[in-house]
């Protein structure tokens, strides 16, 4: 499935079929947060620049991993700056306990009888919409210059614009 990840166009073809893969399991799909996990998990320690082919091929190793379980809920804080493979991994493991905080304010809000929506942090809640939201965001930015100065160029991918394109699908509607 994954030898033909030469492009962002590819890359958002996996996206799709992977959401809607997601989204047949319903509720038995894994969480965004033990995805995260796994990712941080599978990162390799070292190595060059992940390019559209590498960045599949981790989210794919992410996915066929074994779960880890839920993260502890704490808030994201400062993104870290990512220009490694190690400091993906930080923000991976950040992340994933930015949306388990997310998820257990919903939780908590919905206990009280209160409306959740439009609250949280996270566009997403499920490993699906995720997914579709990160394939959204890419269909919107790929071939446009980007938005200020602070967004790392797209292609070749690094391991910045990996942690931007993460970034940004947590938001993205």
């Given amino acids: 499935m994954t030898n033909n990840v030469e492009t ?33 998990g ?16 981790q989210l794919l190793s992410a996915l066929d991993a074994p779960s880890v379980g839920l993260a502890e809920p704490a808030p994201l804080g400062d993104e870290p700056p990512v220009t490694s493979s190690a400091e993906l991994r930080v923000l991976l493991l ?14 908590d ?3 009280q009888g209160l409306w959740a929506g439009d609250g949280g942090g996270w566009a997403s809640g ?5 997914l579709e939201s990160w394939e959204a965001w890419l ?15 797209f292609e070749p991918v690094t391991w910045a614009s990996v942690a931007w394109q993460l970034g940004a699908a947590r938001v993205y509607e």
């Fill in 42 to 57: 599978v990162l390799p320690d070292e190595g060059p620049e992940p390019g559209w082919q590498g960045l599949a091929d």
């Fill in 8 to 40: 962002g166009e590819d890359l958002r073809v996996l996206l799709r079929c992977l959401g809607q893969r997601f989204e047949c399991l319903g509720a038995d799909a894994p969480q965004i947060d033990d995805i995260l996990l796994r990712w941080a």
């Fill in 139 to 153: 269909g919107a930015r790929l071939g446009r210059p980007p938005a200020s100065s602070g967004v790392p160029p």
């Fill in 94 to 107: 950040a992340l994933a306990a930015d949306f388990a905080r997310d998820r257990a304010w919903t939780q």
């Fill in 109 to 111: 809000r919905l206990a």
């Fill in 126 to 130: 499920s490993m699906a919409q995720f």
